[in-house]
């Protein structure tokens, strides 16, 4: 008895984050088994990605940070290096290319970069003191940014998006001065029109125009735009209970269980579940930095603050998308859309804060 | 940087540089938050009423378009597989009312089998409610017609035009081509979303082994309807992929005459291009028409085809496992010459009979009067048994089964079909696995005359005559080609001899089917030169020493006729084996038929 608690005293866990997280799996379950018309082979599967990905969290949490430090540079070289391939292996096929097929499995390095570029831009800037000079700047951003180029070119727009988020975050926690966020600012309004003319993608383009006016593509990529907001607004304040909103399950057959998964969400529980969830995701955030404002080392704190920065822009992208006020890009809502890639890096993510919070050092900062 | 580091960096105005950055993000995030929330509430409060309206009068829903399977032609672009349109009957769970009732109405009109009804109940379990489910393919016309007129009674069933699978040339490329069926119960839960949506799979022969690159992508269609399920109309459609054409590098024409020579006979050819291992034609006889199957085949027919004796189900070319008797005489030879264990001077003397020893046992030569004096060439050319029980020893059993094994004997040879046998090409270690036994000095010689535990399908005779023919080169054999097929594998541990002793060999098989040779009558008056090998392989054991060839058997246990040849002997273009089940001899029933095949190939106006 005495040994079994002294187990459970030390090995790093929070449970209150631990909590949240099961909370949102939960809800995930629960929609998978209606988005995909009640089929069990589907909840599952779900299933045995959250037992796994919480298996590898409980793992990651018992690794001591420094090690995470030491780490930092060989994963973010590896991740280049995969990248690099993935990008090489795509040209020669002349087409997207996001996996590396290690035999049955099938992995993703974009997925790796959102852990390895926020552990690299943190192990970076902890050596140094604290804001950063304008050189520190310049190479942490280019960190940064090599990897969110290798995986934009794939392309993969909401992938390379989320890394940015991870790199740029850290460095605005490390106290990234304001005169620099204001000129960058600026040089992005300004050079809007000329990525609109020139650096994108004739489908990203008519992405941006149909969310100002879906009804102008209402069979292309308006269309899960329109289905996803009546499912929602049809939802209403109570919503239509689960398993009762059948016209989203009419509606989008290939998406409603990944990323449009909100849309069933909104249509069964309506305005007062997403109130919950959104609840929910803040409890993971709030408690998240606080964790990461804890740690005793620049490093873990960076991090932890880069990981639940990431996690917020998750949600934000996702929802925003979904009830049509952000583009379509391939974001999954985090924890509750069903797949098991970004469960699995999410869950990685998570195991670290809990490490961060395990491995500070015991007297108070 | 450490000397920075050091003087500089201090951690109390870091972390409170870091809390006030992050309580400011908080805050951010907190307003985004905000942000969606009055969005959300926007479209679900204050916009409720008109999108709940919108949700009533919207109903689209995503059907899956099926794509058609890829053709299969032969090298010169004759369709082996193709697709027919044909009648289907589906069922929209969520638009029947009373499903129970429905199938048994439905049940009256036309004929559900218990197969359907099964696969029908397991489709449900796993498909969405509001997805078209099949429950019967390949209505007759009357059958259509008969649900055509009660279609009013049956909300959310239809009949859809669709395509199935259909072989113009039956039966004789069943084995090979193979054949569609229906996704079984079983296979549901592994199958791709292209094999339920088209409801087959690849069962057999090419079919299978190149399912997926047959299958093509399905396509989705939103369609919109009405509150009974009916089509209003077709919104938006991504269309299905077709499955890519698949060319095989068999000749129909010499398929058809190998069919033709076999005459109904139980057997099997298969002919191979010995420079590039192409599979020319592959006959299994007797065959069935592969077109029974594909809509699911019914009880009785499935019934004929497994009680008959014959077995017109088991691809003999790919499975049939016979002793290669004689026809291994010519690779005994090569392995005597590369081993040095003979000369094509030195020579056995053939009495009619052998003696192992001091035993009293007498292995006989099927000459009952003996040859006289044996040298390699002759040997082959009279097929004399005695000379082979010698070289037999001089190798012994594990030298056979590693100079035989270079031939591809006693292993898969890989081609592009599934569930081919590997045979046996025995070895002490071999009999010491397999039979949990010594081996036996006796049956060396056994071996030597391919009788005993050897056994090998025609396919790999056909392999190992076209190494013959090559000298080695022939790569692993393939229906179908690079880009699309496998790429060709060289052979593994390709036999290997000098240029010399692949001429004697090759002579002593031209001296088979020239004057003198146990073929020559078969062969005469050939307008090409060729090189053969008869056998005769053993069906009944008499004992378990197998030291009596058993010719006093009963006919339906009278031995397979062998024959292996290729042509022309000086640039060879056709490698072949022929096996004629209870035919007699490799010389008066088989070694005619592959006369046939290969007239059919070298000797036809413009020849190929």
């Not at chain 1, 988020?165 to 005169?179: D, M, N, P, Q």
């Not at chain 1, 005793?296 to 998750?314: A, E, H, I, N």
């Not at chain 2, 409720?48 to 829903?61: E, F, G, K, L, Q």
């Not at chain 2, 069906?539 to 010719?551: I, N």
């Amino acid at each position: 008895m005495n040994n079994w608690l002294a187990f459970w005293r030390r090995i790093a866990i929070d449970w209150a984050l631990l909590i949240g997280l099961l909370g949102l799996c939960t809800i995930g379950l629960l929609l998978a088994y209606s988005a995909g018309a009640e089929a069990l082979p589907a909840v599952k599967n779900q299933g045995l990605r959250v037992g796994l990905g919480l298996l590898l969290l409980v793992a990651v949490a018992q690794v001591p940070i420094a090690w995470l430090q030491r780490l930092a540079a060989p994963i973010y070289l590896l991740t280049l290096l995969l990248l690099l391939v993935v990008d090489a292996i795509g040209a020669i096929g002349h087409g997207a290319q996001r996996w590396l097929e290690l035999g049955p499995l099938r992995f993703q390095p974009s997925e790796l970069a959102k852990l390895a570029v926020p552990m690299m831009v943190a192990r970076y800037l902890s050596d140094r003191p604290l804001p950063p000079t304008a050189r520190d700047i310049l190479v942490s951003g280019a960190l940064a940014l090599l990897p969110v180029l290798l995986i934009a070119v794939q392309p993969d727009l909401g992938t390379s998006l989320l890394v940015a988020a991870a790199g740029l975050s850290v460095l605005f926690l490390a106290g990234l001065s304001w005169r620099v966020i204001g000129l960058f600012t600026g040089l992005a309004a300004a050079a809007a029109p000329l990525m609109w003319l020139f650096g994108m993608h004739d489908y990203q383009r008519q992405r941006v125009l149909t969310l100002f006016d879906p009804q102008r593509d209402p069979l292309g990529t308006g269309y899960h735009i329109i289905q996803s907001t009546i499912a929602i607004g049809s939802g209403g304040f109570y919503g239509k209970g689960w398993l009762e909103g059948t016209q989203t399950r009419l509606q989008f057959l290939p998406e409603s269980a990944t990323d449009f998964v909100f849309a069933v969400f909104g249509e069964e529980f309506g305005l007062l579940g997403a109130i919950g969830l959104l609840l929910l995701y803040g409890f993971i955030i709030g408690r998240g930095m606080h964790i990461a404002a804890q740690a005793s080392d620049g490093f873990g704190r960076l991090l932890g603050g880069g990981l639940v920065c990431t996690f917020f822009v998750y949600v934000v992208v996702n929802i925003g998308m979904v009830s049509g006020v952000l583009p379509v890009v391939g974001v999954p809502l985090p924890l509750v859309s069903y797949g098991g890639t970004s469960m699995v890096t999410l869950m990685l993510g998570f195991g670290m804060l809990m490490g961060i919070r395990a491995h500070r050092k015991l007297w108070p900062a | 940087m450490v000397r920075r580091q050091q003087t500089i960096k201090d951690p109390a105005a870091e972390l409170r540089l870091f809390r006030r950055r992050a309580a400011l993000l908080l805050v951010l995030m907190a307003l985004a938050g905000g942000g969606l929330l009055v969005r959300l509430g926007f479209l679900q409060v204050v916009q409720h009423d008109r999108y709940a309206t919108a949700s009533r009068n919207n109903s689209i829903r995503a059907e899956v378009i099926a794509p058609a399977r890829g053709v299969i032609t032969d090298r010169n672009g004759t369709l082996l597989a193709e697709n027919v349109s044909s009648y289907s009957l589906y069922l929209t769970p969520e638009s029947v009312p009373d499903t129970a009732a429905t199938l048994a109405g439905l049940g009256r009109l036309i004929d559900l089998r218990p197969a359907d009804l099964e696969r029908f109940a397991s489709l449900r379990r796993t498909r969405p409610r509001f997805e078209a489910l099949v429950l019967r393919r390949n209505l007759d016309d009357t059958e259509a017609a008969r649900f055509a007129a009660h279609r009013h009674q049956f909300p959310g069933v239809e009949l859809r035009g669709d395509l199935s699978r259909h072989y113009p040339l039956g039966s004789l490329t069943a084995h090979v081509v193979g054949y569609v069926g229906r996704v079984s119960e079983a296979e549901l839960a592994q199958a791709s979303a292209e094999q339920r949506a088209t409801d087959s799979i690849g069962k057999t022969g090419v079919e299978n082994f190149y399912d997926a690159l047959l299958q093509g992508r399905v396509g989705y269609q939103q369609v919109e309807v009405d509150a009974h399920g009916r089509r209003l109309q077709v919104l938006d459609r991504t269309r299905a992929q077709p499955g890519t054409p698949l060319r095989l590098e068999l000749d129909i024409d010499l398929q058809r005459a190998a069919q033709a020579a076999l005459a109904q006979r139980p057997g099997a050819v298969v002919a191979i291009d010995p420079s590039s291992g192409h599979v020319l034609a592959m006959v299994s006889e007797p065959a069935f028409d592969p077109n029974l199957f594909v809509g699911g085949i019914g009880n009785a027919d499935y019934r004929g085809l497994m009680d008959n004796p014959e077995r017109p189900l088991t691809d003999r070319a790919l499975r049939g496992l016979y002793p290669p008797g004689s026809t291994i005489k010519p690779l005994m030879g090569l392995a005597g010459l590369v081993s040095g264990v003979v000369t094509p001077d030195s020579h056995v003397w053939c009495p009619g009979w052998y003696t192992l020893g001091n035993s009293p046992h007498r292995y006989r030569c099927w000459q009952r009067h003996g040859h006289g004096r044996m040298e390699l060439l002759r040997a082959v050319s009279q097929s004399c048994d005695v000379y082979f029980y010698d070289l037999a020893l001089k190798l012994g059993i594990d030298r056979m089964h590693e100079q035989l094994g270079r031939f591809g004997l006693g292993a898969r040879t890989g081609i592009d079909l599934p569930g081919e046998q590997a045979g046996v090409l025995p070895s002490q270690a071999w009999k010491r696995s397999a039979r949990k036994a010594p081996w036996y000095p006796g049956e060396t010689l056994i071996a030597g005359i391919g009788q005993g535990y050897n056994t090998a399908t025609p396919l790999q005779l056909a392999y190992a005559t076209a190494l013959l023919a090559s000298r080695g080169q022939t790569p692993t054999p393939r229906l179908v080609a690079p880009p699309l097929g496998l790429p060709p594998a060289a052979p593994g541990q390709s036999p290997q001899a000098s240029p010399e002793q692949w001429q004697i060999i090759a002579d002593a098989m031209h001296a088979v089917v020239s004057p003198g040779g146990t073929a020559f009558r078969a062969l005469a008056g050939a307008p090409y030169s060729a090189a053969g090998k008869t056998g005769t392989a053993q069906v009944f054991k008499l004992s378990q020493r197998a030291d009596d060839r058993g010719r006093t058997a009963p006919q339906h246990l009278q031995d397979h006729a062998l024959f292996i040849a290729y042509a022309p002997l000086e640039a060879p273009r056709i490698a072949l084996s022929v096996v004629v089940e209870h035919g007699g001899s490799g010389s008066g029933t088989a070694a005619p038929v592959a006369r046939q095949v290969l007239d059919a190939w070298l000797a036809r106006p413009g020849g190929t």
